[in-house]
């Protein structure tokens, strides 16, 4: 069992600034693909980015060139800036054991382990 636990959301203003993180514990030595997706009211949880357990990358196309994901031992980042008032939305992180190293996962099925959630909300 993978625990993980984000914190970093918050409330700011169109064309500033967040920075998640999502801590993981509990059986950590596997090597784990791990992404960030994010859910609105009403709509359907969707992929925001991704990052395999060697450091491969894949991003949605409405994030691209403003979010970076990156990892460092146990933690999982993803730095948000411009951000933009269709950027709100409840993010959560995921996690999924993976044998290669290159591979990044982008469907929400393919994740075994999710965090509850950190609100962001971009005011226009």
């Known amino acids: 069992q993978v625990q993980l636990v984000e914190n970093g959301g918050g409330s700011v203003q169109a064309g500033g600034s967040l920075r998640l993180s999502c801590v993981a514990s509990?059986?950590?030595?596997?090597?784990?693909?791990m992404g960030w997706f994010r859910q609105a009211p009403g709509k359907e949880r969707d992929f925001v980015a991704g990052?395999?357990?060697?450091?491969d990358t894949q991003y949605s196309d409405s994030v691209r060139g403003r979010f970076t994901i990156s990892r460092d031992e146990n933690t999982l980042y993803l730095q948000m800036n411009s951000l933009r008032p269709e950027d709100t939305a409840v993010y959560y992180c995921?996690?999924?054991?993976?044998?290669?190293?290159?591979?990044?996962?982008?469907?929400?099925?393919?994740?075994?382990?999710w965090g509850q959630g950190t609100q962001v909300t971009v005011s226009s």
């Open positions: 995921a996690a999924a054991p993976q044998s290669t190293s290159t591979r990044v996962l982008i469907n929400t099925g393919g994740y075994h382990y």
């Open positions: 509990g059986r950590t030595s596997y090597n784990y693909a």
């Open positions: 990052i395999s357990w060697g450091g």
